[in-house]
């Protein structure tokens, strides 16, 4: 892309409303698998253009089952993202992350079903016959983790680095049973959109880290109150200034960054014999797979 954007960030739409962003423009895309969930807001921020998108639409119109994820993440990749942000809710799973602490996890679980994981092999997307096993055993760039723990700490608000973030299938929440036993496997936190999108934004070679907000204790902490709609949504808006102010925080701190730790991982993660690549499945997906499939 000419003049490409390279930092992304997704999350509510809170998070893009401030008064430091300037030149802004809505940036409508469509992309090999669909819509996105809304227009792309682009500005100028901290000296640097970003991107931003909702994750569920402004409204929130998809539940976590219905997001887009693999247009959202190529979307951001059509833009020229190389580093993605990503701000959400979450559950604590643990006494001492309480509500209000923001969390920056270094790992993640995944108790979804039935969601596109992968940019590849799918017949449905026409992407089908070629097969991409990319790793994902630090899921969160270290890197860009570091950077979101600096740029959340910097505001005063209480920040924890690392923990184990399961996401599960929602849109309801946990029974007190899953609670419990998301516990006793050593989960801290617990949310319902980071799968797919560390995994899809790995298969993109996009540096991805989260800033999990903690709105509430689930449902397992027996004198607190059950997680309902109204408290995550109480929480998130008590925290909005704050969430603001570490996006802003950690796009000065990517000034004049280099090239995103993960831009090679799929240099050894395609198995398919390049000969039996249909070439359609190729020209669908250059932006991804070009670099190592077009022949020059």
């Known amino acids: 892309m000419r003049n490409p954007i390279r930092i992304g960030v997704i999350g509510g739409s809170g998070v893009y409303q401030m008064e430091a962003l300037?030149?802004?423009?809505?940036?409508?895309?469509?992309?090999?698998?669909?819509?996105?969930?809304?227009?792309?807001?682009?500005?100028?921020?901290?000296?640097?253009?970003?991107?931003?998108?909702?994750?569920?639409?402004?409204?929130?119109?998809?539940?976590?089952?219905?997001?887009?994820?693999?247009a959202n993440i190529y979307g951001f990749k059509m833009l020229g993202v190389e580093y993605l942000i990503g701000v959400s809710a979450c559950g604590s799973l643990r006494e001492d992350i309480a509500p209000g602490h923001i969390v920056i996890p270094d790992q993640l679980f995944d108790r979804t079903h039935g969601r596109k994981l992968s940019f590849f092999d799918d017949p449905d997307a026409g992407t089908d016959g070629l097969v991409v096993h990319v790793g994902v055993a630090d899921p969160f760039c270290p890197m860009l983790a570091d950077i979101c723990y600096e740029a959340v700490k910097a505001t005063g608000a209480p920040v924890h680095w690392g923990g184990n973030f399961v996401t599960v299938e929602g849109p309801r929440f946990s029974t007190k049973a899953e609670s419990r036993v998301f516990r006793s496997w050593g989960m801290d936190i617990i949310g319902m959109t980071t799968t797919p999108e560390a995994q899809l934004a790995r298969e993109a070679e996009m540096s991805y880290a989260v800033m999990a907000h903690?709105?509430?204790?689930?449902?397992?902490?027996?004198?607190?109150?059950?997680?309902?709609v109204e408290m995550v949504v109480q929480t998130l808006l008590s925290n909005t200034e704050v969430a603001k102010q570490a996006v802003i925080n950690a796009i000065h701190r990517l000034d004049g960054v280099g090239a995103s730790?993960?831009?090679?991982?799929?240099?050894?993660?395609i198995i398919t014999n390049?000969?039996?690549?249909r070439q359609d499945v190729i020209d669908r997906l250059e932006l991804l797979v070009g670099k190592y499939l077009v022949q020059k």
């Open 214 to 228: 903690v709105t509430d204790y689930d449902v397992w902490h027996e004198s607190e109150t059950p997680v309902t």
């Open 22 to 70: 300037d030149n802004i423009e809505e940036v409508v895309l469509d992309t090999p698998f669909g819509a996105p969930s809304d227009a792309y807001i682009v500005g100028v921020l901290a000296g640097q253009r970003v991107a931003f998108l909702a994750r569920h639409g402004r409204g929130h119109r998809f539940s976590p089952s219905r997001v887009n994820y693999r």
């Open 274 to 277: 390049r000969a039996v690549v």
């Open 261 to 269: 730790p993960q831009a090679g991982a799929l240099r050894d993660a």
